[in-house]
């Protein structure tokens, strides 16, 4: 939750520290990592969702209602503006083996099917990847993703559907599932 208080004379927000919290971190870097963003920019990525949400502050607008979404949001805007401006040079699935803890056990089945899927979502078009991360890693209802990406529920779960049903159809195809 953002965090601050009121002064007299200082504008409405003064920031006392951190406007994210640990686990709002852990949730943007996710964002981001599965958004296709290379492990060296998630640092990188994380200041500009602390920079834009201290700027929202700052300029006198309220913070959002839900700051853990609106900044998986602002991380998977900022994931698509990463592609916009770059060709990925690693896979998904390697930046999505590198986000397991070293220590977690994980069978042979679980790693095909993770990479299978990573594959999968590295194939989508932009806007439909964006919802399924959104929804699917960040634990985003479809009400608070059409808020926050100001499109129309019906937008987000026909983006959904047609998402899964790729995935699956590739998943299917390549004898993963």
């Given at each position: 939750m953002l965090r601050g208080r009121t002064r007299r004379g200082r504008g409405p927000y003064v920031a006392d520290d951190d406007p994210l919290d640990a686990a709002q971190e852990r949730r943007v870097r996710a964002v981001l990592a599965l958004?296709?963003?290379?492990?060296?920019?998630?640092?990188?990525?994380?200041?500009?969702v602390r920079l834009r949400l201290l700027e929202r502050a700052a300029s006198g607008r309220e913070a959002p209602r839900d700051v853990s979404a609106w900044a998986a949001v602002v991380a998977s805007n900022l994931a698509m503006d990463w592609h916009r401006a770059k060709r990925r040079q690693e896979r998904l699935g390697e930046r999505l083996a590198a986000l397991r803890p070293a220590e977690a056990p994980s069978g042979e089945e679980s790693s095909v099917l993770s990479l299978a899927v990573a594959r999968g979502l590295d194939r989508l078009p932009d806007a439909q990847r964006q919802v399924v991360v959104l929804r699917f890693y960040a634990d985003?209802?479809?009400?608070?993703?059409?808020?926050?990406?100001?499109?129309?529920e019906g937008t987000v779960k026909s983006r959904l559907h047609s998402a899964v049903r790729t995935l699956r159809a590739r998943l299917h195809e390549d004898e993963v599932v």
């Open positions: 958004g296709g963003v290379p492990q060296a920019d998630l640092p990188d990525g994380v200041q500009q985003l209802p479809v009400r608070s993703i059409a808020e926050q990406l100001g499109v129309p």
